[in-house]
C-alpha cells in the first residue's frame, strides 16, 4: 500500500514541476517493494521526513495525495516496530 502512495505521489509531483521533491521521492516505491526489513525501516522514516515541521511535501502537493501517504507510512512503522519488538 505504502509503495502504491509513493507512486501516487510521485506522479503528482511530475504533474506540478515539483523538482525538488521528485528527486526525494523517485527511490522510495521501488525501496518500498523491494527492501529487506531493516532497510525498509529505514526508507519509511526517510519518506516520513518529508512531513518536516519547517519543510514539508504538504507545502508543494495537494492533502489527496499527501495524507494516505503520510498514513501508509505511519502504518507501515508501526508493523515493523511490533514486529521487531515481538523478536
Known amino acids: 500500500m505504502a509503495a502504491r ?35 525498509l525501516r529505514r526508507t519509511a522514516l526517510r519518506a516520513r521526513a518529508a512531513y518536516g515541521p519547517k519543510d514539508s511535501i504538504r507545502d508543494a502537493l495537494p492533502p489527496g495525495v499527501t495524507e494516505p501517504f503520510l498514513d501508509a507510512i505511519d502504518q507501515l512503522l508501526k508493523l515493523i516496530a511490533r514486529r521487531e519488538a515481538h523478536r
Do not use: F
Not at 525538488?20 to 532497510?39: C, N, S, T
Open 5 to 39: 502512495d509513493a507512486d501516487r505521489l510521485l506522479a503528482e509531483a511530475r504533474t506540478r514541476g515539483a523538482e525538488r521533491w521528485l528527486a526525494y521521492l523517485e527511490p522510495l516505491p521501488d525501496h518500498l517493494r523491494d527492501d529487506d526489513l531493516g532497510d
